[in-house]
């Protein structure tokens, strides 16, 4: 994606290049997208900007035709105004729109009364043109927020953004696996659905308790099949379902080992670091805990929510989360220095991988005043790809009031839903 405009111009200017690692966030594409654009990614496919959807009106029954849809802010006057907006408020936002083609269609009515023949005819070629293109733009985007919000309906979806909710802000552990399991047990259609489940809250603890992981994996092959072994192996290896592991608990960089320890001292000592590798795996904040109390990526648990209107990347899923990978490619872009910091803190504490964490180059003439100061191009390079909830999220940042001058451009290797990611997995060799 290139923002909808002019890449090779923007390409030639561009200021900042920010390559994230999709192993950095692994929480972020589990969320079940609230945009109106992840909305459409995840119930109809967005390729190459475009989405294939059935046709309403269909009289030949030889086979089932599809309209293809382009969502670029060239071919749809509207899809800028509400791809970031949160489902909630796409409805509204289409009735006012709405409300204004009906005033300029009794303009135009207006118009026509005491009009020549020149002028109906260059009024039918501009404005009323554009009029009926608006018009037949928005019912299609009004048939886009039914069709979602059915499909909403159909599959519990509220009960399951409390979930998700739950499990962003470590709450209620035990409701959490009992309704997996009880969605398992029930033999949910998509397998896909409570695998969503089973990885965001894998990877927001940095795994499950050996009980749990093993009643989940269980109830999970018998409900679906003991083919999903393989499945359920690759997610292990890719640290997304897995089971709590020693190596995962941070331990702190200045534990030292006693001098002078023989025999049955090294016996006893290593029990007592067992126990407290048992009691740190119960109590010690995640490294996603840890990271969501610094950058303040829950800011309704934090009792920060934003009480000035404007665009707010907490937006993006309705205050409850702030994506991880957005929230540090903001810091990275204004605060390198708060980063460092924060890194060093990781590595202090032992957090597993926290040297990678973070790592800034500049050429010596990009400085925090330059990017409040001068109109900044961003390229922002997904490794391992993103879902459209970040693309748009950075697009939220882009138009706050103290980013206004950001323009991002996006480079994904690829573009997910939750079930997207899980099919490739499921598939790959």
């Known amino acids: 994606s290139n923002d909808d405009q002019d890449w090779m111009s923007g390409m030639k200017q561009i200021q900042t290049v920010v390559l994230f690692d999709r192993s950095v966030d692994l929480i972020t594409p589990f969320c079940s997208q609230m945009c109106y654009e992840g909305l459409v990614d995840e119930y109809f496919n967005i390729e190459a900007g475009r989405v294939?959807?059935?046709?309403?009106?269909?009289?030949?029954?030889?086979?089932?035709?599809f309209d293809h849809i382009s969502l670029s802010t060239r071919d749809d006057m509207m899809i800028e105004r509400i791809r970031a907006m949160h489902f909630t408020k796409v409805f509204q936002e289409i009735k006012a729109v709405l409300a204004q083609q009906n005033v300029l269609q009794n303009d135009f009515r207006d118009k026509m009364q005491d009009a020549t023949?020149?002028?109906?005819?260059?009024?039918?070629?501009?404005?009323?043109?554009?009029?009926?293109?608006?018009?037949?733009?928005?019912?299609?985007h009004l048939d886009l927020c039914t069709d979602i919000y059915e499909k909403k309906k159909a599959t519990d979806f509220k009960i399951q953004l409390e979930i998700e909710k739950d499990i962003l802000h470590s709450q209620n552990f035990e409701d959490i696996v009992s309704y997996i399991h009880t969605m398992i047990c029930r033999c949910e259609p998509s397998k896909y659905r409570p695998l969503q489940l089973l990885c965001l809250l894998s990877a927001a603890n940095n795994g499950?308790?050996?009980?749990?992981?093993?009643?989940?994996?269980?109830?999970?092959?018998?409900?679906?099949?003991?083919?999903?072994?393989?499945?359920?192996?690759?997610?292990?290896?890719l640290n997304l379902f897995h089971v709590k592991r020693p190596c995962d608990v941070p331990i702190s960089s200045s534990a030292s080992t006693?001098?002078?320890?023989?025999?049955?001292?090294?016996?006893?000592?290593?029990?007592?670091?067992?126990?407290?590798?048992?009691?740190?795996?119960?109590?010690?904040?995640?490294?996603?805990?840890?990271?969501?109390?610094?950058?303040?990526?829950?800011?309704?648990?934090?009792?920060?929510?934003?009480?000035?209107?404007?665009?707010?990347?907490?937006?993006?899923?309705?205050?409850?989360?702030?994506?991880?990978?957005?929230?540090?490619?903001?810091?990275?872009?204004?605060?390198?220095?708060?980063?460092?910091?924060?890194?060093?803190?990781?590595?202090?504490?032992?957090?597993?991988?926290?040297?990678?964490?973070?790592?800034?180059?500049?050429?010596?003439v990009s400085t925090r005043a330059q990017y409040h100061d001068n109109q900044q191009s961003i390229l922002v390079v997904f490794i391992g790809g993103c879902t459209q909830s970040e693309i748009n999220a950075l697009r939220m940042l882009a138009l706050s009031k103290s980013n206004s001058k950001w323009r991002f451009y996006?480079?994904?290797?690829?573009?997910?839903?939750?079930?997207r990611l899980l099919q490739e997995i499921e598939t790959a060799q």
């Open 208 to 237: 499950l308790t050996r009980e749990s992981y093993e009643l989940l994996c269980r109830s999970f092959l018998q409900a679906y099949g003991y083919d999903n072994i393989p499945l359920l192996y690759k997610l292990e290896k």
């Open 258 to 364: 006693p001098a002078g320890f023989r025999g049955d001292a090294f016996l006893k000592m290593g029990k007592q670091v067992a126990q407290n590798l048992t009691d740190k795996t119960q109590t010690q904040k995640t490294f996603f805990q840890f990271m969501r109390k610094r950058l303040n990526l829950t800011p309704e648990l934090n009792q920060q929510v934003k009480t000035t209107p404007g665009p707010d990347m907490a937006d993006i899923f309705g205050s409850i989360y702030v994506p991880f990978s957005c929230r540090l490619i903001e810091e990275a872009l204004l605060n390198p220095p708060k980063l460092s910091t924060l890194q060093h803190e990781l590595i202090q504490r032992g957090y597993p991988g926290a040297e990678d964490l973070f790592s800034h180059r500049s050429s010596g």
């Open 117 to 140: 023949i020149s002028d109906l005819k260059q009024l039918v070629h501009t404005d009323v043109k554009g009029h009926i293109n608006a018009k037949r733009q928005l019912t299609r």
């Open 52 to 65: 294939k959807i059935p046709k309403t009106e269909n009289a030949d029954n030889s086979g089932k035709q």
């Open 410 to 419: 996006f480079a994904p290797t690829n573009v997910w839903t939750h079930t």
